[in-house]
């Protein structure tokens, strides 16, 4: 049996953001948990700002360490915080992300009656007045409200806001270094998951509030980004190219077009229309810019390193 408040080892890939990562720690620091029963590992992927500043500004007023690697992407990242893990469970959030001061007791209710699934918590937009971040957050929503409808048989969580026993994420051999953007390492994580026989779970009470800031043109690059993203999850799926692809039915994206309306003020949802059918040809053209770039190159080589957009 589960002590009440078991180890959390809480995972904090950055990337030039120390602003950001200042936001997130401070967060952290405010965790209603026992502070004994929990570290902070950063992962400073190759930045060309110094960290070390932003992290020594909390050593005490909570376990916090800064670790280093050469710009590798979020993925290799985690894996490198989770081998210098010491809890018994991996909980993963972002450098732009602020988990609420109840997130880790939710995640260790959950854990005390599933110890074996992976646990996802549920996302809150940091940034409602942000057109761009609105419809990018709304995006992801619907996607849990689709793959999700059972909260105990989840099946899409995404790494901002995932837990799960650190034995069984070793044992699968972590994130997929193969994605070296922010850009499906997730999906192709909760899929091998469940391919392995595991099971996962929606826990909404455990809350992240997520505050990525997006212009028009990292909007765009974004979701373009997770259509090259999709073309790597869908092509490690099939072991002969892409025959296998599954393309979802018309109802999934007709369901994504009235979600801004079931959810927004009319006004704002007429704003948010658009921006929703420019995700869905953002993600199209990344598909293909990728496909189309792999079969004229012989190489396989992962997707470009950069920025956690």
């Known amino acids: 049996m589960l002590p009440k408040h078991p180890f959390f080892s809480i995972i904090v890939p950055t990337y ?14 405010y965790l209603d948990y026992p502070h004994d029963r929990f570290e902070v590992i950063v992962i400073d992927d190759g930045s060309s700002v110094p960290l070390q500043p932003v992290v020594e500004g909390f050593v005490n007023r909570m376990d916090v360490t800064l670790l280093t690697q050469t710009n590798a992407g979020p993925a290799a990242a985690r894996n490198h915080g989770a081998k210098r893990a010491r809890g018994d469970f991996l909980a993963f959030t972002d450098d732009d992300c602020a988990p609420s001061p109840d997130w ?30 609105t419809a990018s957050h709304f995006l992801i929503e619907y996607l849990y409200s689709y793959y999700n409808v059972k909260s105990g048989q989840a099946h899409f969580l995404t790494s901002n ?21 922010a850009a ?18 929606f826990a909404p009470d455990a809350l992240v509030y997520h505050a990525h800031k997006l212009t028009f043109s990292s909007f765009c690059r974004q979701h373009f980004n997770y259509g090259r993203g999709a073309f790597y999850f869908h092509r490690g799926r099939s072991s002969s190219g892409l025959k296998n692809l599954r393309i979802e039915p018309l109802s999934f ?11 927004d003020r009319p006004s704002r ?3 948010l229309l658009p921006l929703m059918v420019l995700s869905q040809i953002a993600n199209a053209a990344g598909f293909l810019w990728e496909m189309v770039r792999q079969m004229t190159k012989k190489d396989n080589q992962p997707l470009s390193l950069g920025r956690y957009d």
Do not use: H
């Open 104 to 133: 880790l007791n939710g995640l260790a209710v959950r854990f005390c009656e599933t110890p074996d699934y992976v646990i996802g918590g549920r996302i809150l937009n940091g940034l409602p007045n942000n057109l761009y971040s």
């Open 184 to 201: 499906g390492e997730d999906r192709e994580f909760c899929d091998r998951w469940l391919k392995n026989g595991y099971r996962m779970a």
């Open 161 to 181: 806001n995932l837990a799960l026993a650190a034995d069984r994420f070793r044992r699968i051999d972590g994130f997929n270094t193969f994605f070296s953007r």
């Open 16 to 29: 030039n953001r120390p602003e950001k990562l200042a936001d997130c720690l401070e967060s952290l620091s």
């Open 253 to 263: 994206y007709l369901g994504l077009l009235r979600y801004p309306v079931s959810q």
């Open 269 to 271: 949802a007429l704003l």
